[in-house]
């Protein structure tokens, strides 16, 4: 199957790296399609869109030609005094949905359903792409296009996170103040907002081999998420492989084929 790709397109217009995106559409589609967003981890101080080529491809070529895949970068955290902190990741993530939702410009847009939006997001990324559903900002206009979130061995709870793995703290404090655990962490927040989010779908996977992130963040999130009132919430903890290793994992392609079309 041929895949196009067109890489280093700008969402923000002001030429920074950290605010492109590539975007993977198939040659030859058979109808208007949904769009994936998929948000690179990396602890929110590493990774770049380039190094995941090769999940975007595997979910086209799972789909059957049925999914557009676009990857973003976005600010990434810093030692410096003027890094970019919480929640700058997030706002860019915003600014990517949103330029994919509303340019009429960019390659692949024509076959594009905008009504059908998912966010896949790994680690960090699945961090940003649940806090952007269920901590929505007053001035992000496109919730109702995001149909479903699935995260890949996630970090959900902060203050969890820091109680099991207390040598998180480094890079955790590069990326948030202390205030801010609570509030940034989609498990804390899942019950804020449930009259605007209650329409997305959720499906939380961790691998039982995961050696940096433990199963507990997904299933904790999966079921704060049941009890909060999200209807269609699906947890998946089995062997997927390590940490990074499950992304090229085609059971779990075909697991987010499957969970969008």
Not at 108 to 135: C, K, N, P, T, Y
């Amino acid at each position: 199957m041929k895949i196009q790709v067109h890489e280093d397109i700008s969402y923000l217009f002001d030429n920074s790296q950290r605010h492109k995106l590539d975007i993977y559409f198939p040659q030859i589609s058979p109808a208007i399609v949904p769009l994936v967003v998929y948000i690179h981890g990396g602890a929110w101080r590493t990774g770049d869109k380039s190094e995941f080529r090769q999940i975007a491809k595997g979910i086209i070529n799972a789909s059957q030609n049925r999914l557009v895949v676009a990857v973003i970068n976005y600010e990434l955290s810093t030692r410096s005094a003027d890094s970019p902190r919480h929640p700058e990741h997030l706002n860019d993530v915003m600014a990517a949905v949103r330029f994919l939702v509303t340019d009429q410009s960019y390659p692949g847009r024509s076959i594009i359903d905008h009504d059908q939006v998912f966010l896949v997001g790994h680690s960090a990324g699945a961090h940003l792409s649940a806090l952007m559903a269920l901590a929505p900002h007053p001035h992000f206009a496109h919730l109702d296009n995001i149909k479903g979130v699935l995260g890949i061995a996630g970090i959900y709870n902060i203050p969890k996170l820091l109680r099991t793995n207390p040598e998180y703290c480094d890079f955790i404090d590069m990326a948030f103040d202390t205030s801010q655990h609570d509030d940034a962490s989609p498990h804390c927040v899942a019950r804020k907002f449930h009259d605007k989010a209650g329409h997305v779908r959720f499906m939380v996977v961790n691998s039982c081999k995961d050696e940096l992130v433990a199963p507990e963040q997904a299933t904790d999130f999966a079921a704060r998420l049941v009890t909060t009132g999200y209807t269609d919430v699906t947890l998946v903890v089995k062997d997927l492989g390590t940490h990074d290793g499950a992304l090229l994992n085609q059971e779990l392609w075909n697991m987010i084929v499957r969970f969008i079309i």
